[in-house]
């Protein structure tokens, strides 16, 4: 098998290493944190392409909030929130629901601060993530978005994974594949 991929996003290139997350399959790992060449460059071609009116953007934690806080400096929406892996101390009455994904070995939280609850009520967001797979952190974000009584108007990612691409209600740059082992 081979040992990286090398993704295209528009005029950029970067070579990922490729790792097993189970017996039977391997991504390409992506990691946003850190490459600000590529958040920037990947807010701006997003950005062009959402064409409903929002309020605020929504991302979850950790590798989504690059993306997220540019895509917010670029549409001029001056706060993002950040869904969280766990509940801390300052949080005002937290919303929490359960999640797992194709990168996590075990069931997890993503949490929404009650006052970031209170701010999202009736607001229309865009939901951002760097890349779709299997979709279960999306649906527990709107699940926890659809509780603090916020809207979903568009999911987004710079990367589809997987079947993700075949999916006609999420808006991506490129697709990442995933590798059987």
Known sequence: MQKTYELTVGKLKRTLPIIPVNQTTAIASFVLLGDSELAHYAAGKLAARIS???????????????LAEEL???TRHPKFIVLRKSAKAYMKDPIKVSVKSITTTTQQKLVLDGYDADYLRG??????DDVISTG???EAAEQLLKKAGAEVLVKCAILAEGDAAKRNDILFLEQLPLFKL
Do not use: A, Q, W
Not at 53 to 61: A, G, K, M, N, Q
Not at 123 to 128: D, E, G, N, T
């Open 123 to 128: 607001k229309r967001v865009i939901l951002v």
């Open 72 to 74: 917010s400096r670029i």
């Open 52 to 66: 409903k009116p929002f309020d605020c953007i929504v991302t979850l934690e950790s590798k989504g909030i690059p």
């Open 136 to 138: 279960g952190s999306l």
